[in-house]
Each structure stands twice: as structure tokens, then as C-alpha cells.
């Protein structure tokens, strides 16, 4: 989430805002001229939603997708953990 935003832009979708904000979580609120007008800092926690098995081995899948996709070493990244375990 951007950590500085327009009191404009924050005012439109203030709802939403608020709801992908996490507890604790601050975004500097800017004027016209881009300079610091207040702090908006989320206090309420949001509920979780409960994944199935199923869900989880759907996101943990495509997170390994994303980052064998990005990996840049020579070694693949099972071999890297292996090593640092050692």
C-alpha cells in the first residue's frame, strides 16, 4: 500500500482505504502543494478469512511459481536453503 497519498484521492474511496489498510498501518495524507497534512493510521482490526487446505496450496503454489519465475542465482533456491540449514 502507497504510504503517501492526496487528501483527494484518500476522500474518493475512503472505505476502501480503510479496509485494505492494516491494523497500525499510517498513510500520510498530502494537500494541493504535496505537502504533509495529516496521518491516517488504521486502529480496528480487519477480520480474516479462514482458507481452506485447498486455498492455501493454491497460494503457496503460486507464490513458488513467482519466485522460481524472478530467481536469478545459479543455484536454485532448494539448494540455497539446504546450504544455509548446514
Known amino acids: 500500500m ?11 474511496d475512503l472505505q476502501g ?3 485494505r489498510m492494516h491494523p497500525g498501518e499510517a498513510v500520510k495524507l498530502l494537500d494541493t ?7 491516517l493510521v488504521s486502529l480496528k ?8 487446505p485447498e486455498d492455501w496450496d ?3 503454489g ?6 522460481s519465475a524472478a530467481w536469478q542465482g545459479d543455484r536454485t533456491a532448494v539448494e540455497t536453503l ?3 540449514r548446514r
Open 33 to 39: 502543494n504535496g505537502e504533509p497534512l495529516a496521518t
Open 17 to 19: 482505504l480503510l479496509t
Open 62 to 67: 503460486s507464490l513458488a511459481k513467482r519466485v
Open 2 to 12: 502507497r504510504t503517501e497519498m492526496s487528501v483527494e484521492a484518500a476522500a474518493r
Open 45 to 52: 482490526a480487519r477480520r480474516r478469512r479462514t482458507l481452506s
Open 82 to 84: 539446504s546450504e544455509m
Open 58 to 60: 493454491a497460494r503457496w
